[in-house]
């Protein structure tokens, strides 16, 4: 079996800027989002992927259109990253009628099927069951399109990991599967519902490559990922790439997180994915006071236009909690 | 040319009908393939389709409905074999919490065109796990539909129909009625709509409502009522849900009488959904309360003495009949 090349792909100025500019986007998206709840504004269904934004921007960067996202509950820079208008995301965690779901479901319980984004349930691994059926239907049509599936270190002890794992191995599936390993699982940390340190070992029972990297450098995602497509687009079947992270904030935005230490918490704040990627960016001088700047301005603008947006959409009609359940 | 076809050849030749005439239409499930199914009934398929439409999957029940489910979401429309109708409850939570509600959640901008096969029923020595007709579980989850033909004709009428349908159908075949049920089946595209009953006895003084299994000993007991001069409507259900109301209630009002047979288990069996139903609407035209003939509430016991004591047959339905008679 090849190895995943730590081939470097190549980014240009521009592109790390992007890369920059999502990571900024998607974490003020989440920040604001966590005051909207205790403003009272967003009623519940906020995970936030504080933190974790690295492994979204290295995985979601790049990919095609026609490829499929299959994302986990944090993952809501994925959404935007595909494509979804900040608006309407913003919405969707407002229930308004200009959000996905048009108020049937809260957080990422919804897709965009144009834009190649499956919305989950709320029953952590039950997308990868779902991700296999998609990567099925690229192999029959014989595309290289792939599928990147996002799941916690959590839901890797759920038995559809297992069947889909198992399944996109047998059938060489064309899919990634990343792992986003934030040590807990809601308050259960790591070593308490695994006996191994590695959810990337995991693979290797499937025969299929499993790595476990740093999910806060942005580019070490990037570069595996980039392997691990590549593979996938030339038929050589799934990857199982390990991002190595932490959550800021708690399971949900209620949750006060006491099962950990403020020492342990502090730690990962150290290991913040945006200060290591901006001081990288400026020792290349392809980020200057002025670009930083920029970028922030913009990224506030977006985030206070989705906001006045959302909260000035309509709430759904009454009569639409019993529509849409048959096509 | 008409042909006559047992219940089981009726199946296949609808799934052999609507693979040639729709690509996208591919079988999943265990032993499916070259094997040809537990039961036979996907013989030939392999053969002429080929393992890229003829799917053997690992024993992944779960994973057997996401896959349908992710297929589904890029135009495909799987039909997915449970070896047996006991084991669907593998693959419960793909069915009613991803499938049955991902159109609602979408806001309508999806749907989910999969067929689930599910081998059910007893009466054929198979004990607890080789004898379950769940279909309650069912239709108690709004989003998904049920249907259970009785015949040969329908057998390929209905799958053809649900195979068509935008929406997940739970296609219940009972493995009683496999090489038992004979009959003139039409060659094409005779479809028999979901939703619609059948009326396979008319008369004028009860009505009595089953499906599957329970239609032909059903059909058996109310030649015997007739011979005591009560001549007994019965309604062959053919879709559980959606049930057709209309045609229920249009019997009822002729017969002021109604027995629900089923081989399910009594509480909270669709019996008793059909009799709240008439109660509530039509209470004035009753001569009798809503009666029901039902399994008892308890497992599917392997000992014939035993199974016989738990099964609806002639006699009891007759006994059940000559009861609501004299009421």
Known sequence: MPTIKRTKFKLTSEQLLEMFYWLKLIRAFDERLSILVRQGKVRSGVYTGIGQEAIIVGTCFGLRREDYICPLHRDLGSFLMKGVDPKVMMSQMFAKTTGLSQGRDSALHSGVNELGIFGNTSMLGANLPVAAGLALTFKMEKTDNVVVAYFGEGASNVGDFHEALNFAGVQHLPIVFVCENNLYAYSVPVERSMAIDDVADRAESYGFEGVAINGNDVLAVYQSTQGALARARNGHGPTLIECKTYRWHGHSEHDKAFYRTDEELAMWKSRDPIPTFTTFLLARNVLSTEKLKEVEQRVTATIDEAVEFALNAPDPAPEEAVRDLYA | ?327
Not at chain 2, 102 to 116: E, F, M
Not at chain 2, 169 to 180: G, Q
């Open chain 2, 1 to 327: 040319m008409p042909k006559e076809l047992t219940y089981l050849e009726a199946i296949r030749e609808a799934l052999f009908e609507e693979m040639r005439r729709d690509p996208k239409v591919f079988v999943l499930g265990e032993d499916v393939g070259e094997y040809g199914g537990a039961f036979g009934v996907t013989q030939g398929l392999f053969e002429e389709f080929g393992d890229a439409r003829v799917i053997d999957t690992p024993i992944s029940e779960s994973a057997i409905v996401g896959i349908s489910i992710g297929a589904s979401q890029r135009g495909y429309r799987p039909v997915a074999e449970m070896q047996f109708a006991d084991f669907i409850s593998c693959g419960f939570d793909q069915i009613v919490n991803q499938a049955a509600t991902l159109r609602y959640r979408y806001g309508g901008r999806t749907s989910v065109p999969i067929v689930i096969r599910a081998p059910s029923g007893g009466n054929v020595g198979g004990g607890l796990y080789h004898s379950q007709n769940p279909e309650a579980w069912f239709i108690h989850r709004p989003g998904l539909k049920v249907v259970a033909p009785s015949t040969a004709y329908d057998a390929k009428g209905l799958l053809k129909a649900a195979i068509r349908d935008d929406n997940p159908v739970i296609y219940f075949e009972h493995k009683y009625l496999y090489r038992r049920a004979k009959g003139t089946v039409p060659e094409g595209d005779e479809i028999v709509p979901i939703g619609v009953a059948a009326t396979r006895r008319e008369g004028d003084d009860i009505t009595l409502l089953t499906y599957g299994a329970m239609v032909a000993p059903s059909l058996e007991a109310a030649d015997r009522l007739s011979k005591d001069g009560v001549e007994v409507e019965v309604i062959d259900l053919r879709t559980l849900s959606p049930f057709d109301k209309d045609a229920i209630l249009q019997s009822v009002e002729k017969t002021s009488r109604a027995l629900v047979v089923h081989e399910d288990v009594r509480t909270l069996g669709i019996g008793a959904e059909l009799s709240a139903v008439i109660t509530e609407e039509r209470f004035d035209s009753l001569d009798a309360p809503v009666m029901r003939l039902t399994y008892p509430d308890t497992h599917q016991p392997f000992s014939h003495v035993l199974e016989s004591y738990n099964l609806p047959d002639v006699d009891k339905i007759t006994t059940a009949l000559r009861r609501l008679a004299a009421y």
